[in-house]
């Protein structure tokens, strides 16, 4: 297993729609396999999409139910998913990303959706989530389409994080595990307190 640099979200890889997967092969669980061992890596991440590690496919893994320190919990890989329904109900939560360091807001987005998706031997799933999970997933489902969460928060809000996003954009922010920054540089990653 590896960990990955993570891109940061005003590299254009992040802006791109991603590609369909067609090869169900062991690159394929290898890469899930990373981009899970990636997450946990930064401690507080519960979701990762494949093209915030520069891989263009549509994929992301998410892991929710897991304590900070703990690898196990209920760890699900989407391989070309779609969400097929939303719920009318809308809740505020807040979210951050692993490729926008040190920021987070509040969003408004359906309280639960309908989803399906392939996993890793071809077979089909479909569930219903809500609250957290379905945040998650419409987060990470985002990110396949190129579209970053601060893209859904109101133009005010926006506009009060504008400073702290420029920093993000100049790499001014290094957060605890690697990442390409904008300017494609590697950043490894700046040590967490000891306390
Ligand atoms: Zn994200």
Redesign the pocket.
């Known amino acids: 297993m590896a960990i990955i640099p993570i891109y940061n979200c005003f590299h254009p890889v992040l802006k791109r729609k991603t590609a369909e997967v067609t090869e169900f092969d062991q690159e394929l669980k290898d890469l899930a396999e990373n981009m899970f061992e990636t997450m946990y890596n930064t401690g507080n991440g519960v ?1 990762l ?1 494949a093209n ?1 590690v520069g891989v263009e496919k549509s994929l992301f893994v998410i892991n929710v139910k897991r304590n900070k320190e703990d690898k196990i919990g209920d760890p699900i890989i989407f391989i070309n998913p779609v969400i097929t329904a939303f719920s009318e109900e809308e809740i505020e939560i807040e979210e951050g ?4 360091p040190e920021y987070w807001e509040k969003v408004v987005r359906p309280e639960g959706v309908e989803i399906e998706y392939t996993d890793l031997d071809m077979k089909l799933h479909k569930i219903e989530a809500d609250e957290f999970l379905a945040r998650v997933i419409q ?2 489902f985002d ?1 396949l389409k190129g579209i ?2 601060y893209e859904r928060i109101s133009p005010l809000k926006r506009a009060m994080a504008k400073s702290k996003l420029r920093k993000v954009q100049k790499g001014e922010i290094i957060p605890s595990y690697p990442m390409i920054q904008p300017d494609g540089s590697l950043t490894e990653g700046e040590p967490e307190d000891e306390n």
Do not use: M
């Open positions: 979701g999409a915030q990303c692993l490729s926008i987060h990470e990110h970053l969460f």
